[in-house]
């Protein structure tokens, strides 16, 4: 059995939970977080809730720790910190500071000897790999990824984190036109911008400065600044009872030639109606590979591009072959 721990219990520490239990080669040793341990409820009878005081106290009895922070400001120092002691798994989601993220688990995991694999889930993660694939297929074309409709958990994290905000939701939304242009291969041209538009629902606290957080959130680099961005201000009740779930999904399409005329599209969708859901079983079936990777000594940081699909599955290379290829 692959012992896993959590650090971090939000909608994305939940959804690894859940999915843990869907792996019968997986068992959840513990819960680990910032609050009181005694606040917390899980759903792993058998688990324990425990401080993140005194982790690494747990080094023996954890295979693989699933750090389900925010890639605003806890996962650049969780993710480095942690594989100190731990192989890791994180769903760092801040695509323009992957590469600085990379080389500081880096130097900590070679250090360490242990496997941290980085930025996991469907994007970056799953749409990752399929940009790669239509790239490397079609050399001659363009890669158009779109986004939505639907909740981002971390652009919403963003949002919560200004001064003055309760809570948030944040929508990223394909423009139509855009998407609908690229299916009918006209290889257009286009500007973030022109791609997707972004729509938030904050709720304030009572005295904010409503202008402030708005100025705040349309002018934040690597989230909204790129975009055309529409912020709402509305009641807690107003939040809970409109925007309570978490979908999302999205388009990568890759438009190329192999010839004079002859033309190719290659597109991957997803349709979540759980965000976090379907991110936290990315992240298991990663806890899988980083636990198989240090098993042969593997160590330092790797990516989705770097671990081959086998390693995700708890099926045999022999299996693989009779059942899926």
Known sequence: MIKVGILGYGNLGRGVEQAINMNDDMELFAVFTRRNPDSLKIKSETAKVLSVDGIENYKNDIDVLIICGGSATDLPEQTPKYVQTFNVVDSFDTHAKIPEHFASVDEMAKKSGKVGII????????????????????????????????????????IRRIEGVVDAKQYTIPVDS???????GKNPELATREKHTRECFVVAADGADKAKIEQEIKTMPNYFADYD???????????????SGIPHGGFVLRSGKTSDGVNHIVEYSLKLDSNPEFTASVLVAYARAAYKLNKERVSGCKTVFDIAPAYLSPKTNEELRATLL
């Not at 639907?150 to 963003?158: F, L």
């Not at 855009?178 to 009918?184: G, K, M, Q, Y």
């Open 178 to 184: 855009a998407l609908d242009a690229v299916r009918a």
């Open 229 to 243: 961005t529409t912020v709402h201000f509305i009641t807690k009740e107003e939040l809970d009872k409109n925007h």
């Open 119 to 158: 930025s996991v889930g469907w994007d970056p993660g799953m749409f990752s790999l399929n940009r790669l694939y239509g790239n490397a297929i079609l050399p001659n074309g363009k890669d158009y990824t779109f986004w939505g409709k639907g909740v981002s958990q971390g652009h919403s994290d963003a």
